[in-house]
C-alpha cells in the first residue's frame, strides 16, 4: 500500500527536498497565513486528502496535509462532515496534555473550501513500518497507547504511527476519534493489561483538573456528548491505573498496515 508520507515530495514538487526546521508557535503561523500554491490529489484512502505547497513571502519551503470538509466520506457512525474538526480537535488536545503526538494543524479555508492542514512530517523512511520498532515498551509509544484510549481512535494502523527523521514520534490521521461509542482500533497492543506510567496518569489527572478549559477549547469541534465520553474514559483510565483488555475481534483496525 503507497504510503502519503513517503511520496508526499513527489507528489507535490517533484523532488525531495527536506522539510526546514521550524517551530511549534512558526509552523501554526505558517498554517494560518500562507498561500496554498499546490494541491495534489493523493489517489488513494476513501476520503480526500491533498498533498500541498505553502508559501509565505514568495518562498515554497514548506509542505502540508489538507483534508477538506466537501471530501469527506459519510460514515453511518460519525456525524457528517466532522472528520476535519476531529483532526483539529486531537491536535489541541494533545497540545493541551504537552504530548507533541499530532503535527500542528489548524483549520482554514482552501481551494476545496474549509478544512484541516497539517504540517508534513518528514518521515525515516527506513523505520516508519519496522514492526519491531513500533512494538517496543517506551515512553513515546506508550504516550500514543493512551493518546488513542483517551481519544477513542477507530483508526491507529501501523501507517499512521510516523517516526521523523529527527527521532520524533508522531500519530496521524485522527479524523475518526471521540466518538461516544466504544470504537478503539490500534495495531499497538504491547501495553494491554500492564500499568499506566506514573507521569502520565498525573497528565491525566491535570486534564481532568482542567476539565472546563478543554471543554471551552473543543467546543467547537466536538458535541457536549462527545466531551463528556473523553472525560469519562479518561476518569477511567485514572480509576484502572493501567490499560484495558482489547480483544481481536473488535480491536485491530481494518487493513491494520
Given at each position: 500500500?503507497?504510503?502519503?508520507?513517503?511520496?508526499?515530495?513527489?507528489?507535490?514538487?517533484?523532488?525531495?527536498?527536506?522539510?526546514?526546521?521550524?517551530?511549534?508557535?512558526?509552523?501554526?503561523?505558517?498554517?494560518?497565513?500562507?498561500?496554498?500554491?499546490?494541491?495534489?490529489?493523493?489517489?488513494?484512502?476513501?476520503?480526500?486528502?491533498?498533498?500541498?505547497?505553502?508559501?509565505?513571502?514568495?518562498?515554497?519551503?514548506?509542505?502540508?496535509?489538507?483534508?477538506?470538509?466537501?471530501?469527506?466520506?459519510?460514515?453511518?457512525?460519525?456525524?457528517?462532515?466532522?472528520?476535519?474538526?476531529r483532526e483539529h480537535a486531537a491536535y489541541l488536545l494533545s497540545k493541551r496534555l504537552g504530548w507533541g503526538i499530532v503535527p500542528p494543524t489548524v483549520v482554514r479555508d482552501g481551494p476545496h473550501g474549509i478544512g484541516s492542514l497539517q504540517l508534513y512530517i518528514e518521515p525515516a523512511a527506513e523505520r516508519e513500518e519496522d514492526y519491531e520498532f513500533w512494538g517496543?515498551?517506551?515512553?513515546?509509544?506508550?504516550?500514543?497507547?493512551?493518546?488513542?484510549?483517551?481519544?477513542?481512535?477507530?483508526d491507529r494502523k501501523l501507517s499512521h504511527c510516523l517516526l521523523s527523521v529527527d527521532g520524533r514520534i508522531w500519530g496521524i490521521d485522527h479524523g475518526l476519534t471521540f466518538n461516544t461509542d466504544?470504537?478503539?482500533?490500534?495495531?499497538?497492543?504491547?501495553?494491554?493489561?500492564?500499568?499506566?506510567?506514573a507521569d502520565l496518569l498525573r497528565d491525566l489527572q491535570k486534564l481532568c483538573a482542567d476539565e472546563s478549559c478543554v471543554r471551552a477549547e473543543l467546543a467547537q469541534h466536538l458535541t457536549t456528548a462527545e466531551l463528556d465520553a473523553l472525560f469519562d474514559r479518561t476518569r477511567t483510565l485514572l480509576a484502572l491505573e493501567r490499560f484495558p483488555r482489547l480483544r481481536p475481534d473488535r480491536n485491530i483496525p481494518y487493513g491494520w498496515w
Open positions: 500500500m503507497p504510503d502519503l508520507h513517503l511520496r508526499l515530495h513527489d507528489e507535490v514538487s517533484g523532488e525531495a527536498l527536506p522539510q526546514p526546521e521550524i517551530s511549534e508557535d512558526e509552523a501554526l503561523h505558517v498554517l494560518r497565513v500562507a498561500e496554498i500554491t499546490t494541491a495534489t490529489l493523493v489517489p488513494w484512502g476513501s476520503n480526500y486528502t491533498f498533498a500541498v505547497a505553502l508559501e509565505v513571502e514568495d518562498r515554497q519551503d514548506h509542505m502540508a496535509i489538507y483534508k477538506p470538509m466537501r471530501g469527506e466520506r459519510p460514515l453511518w457512525d460519525f456525524p457528517v462532515h466532522t472528520l476535519y474538526l517496543q515498551q517506551r515512553i513515546e509509544i506508550e504516550r500514543m497507547v493512551l493518546f488513542d484510549h483517551i481519544t477513542n481512535n477507530a466504544p470504537k478503539l482500533k490500534t495495531v499497538l497492543w504491547q501495553y494491554v493489561g500492564q500499568p499506566i506510567d
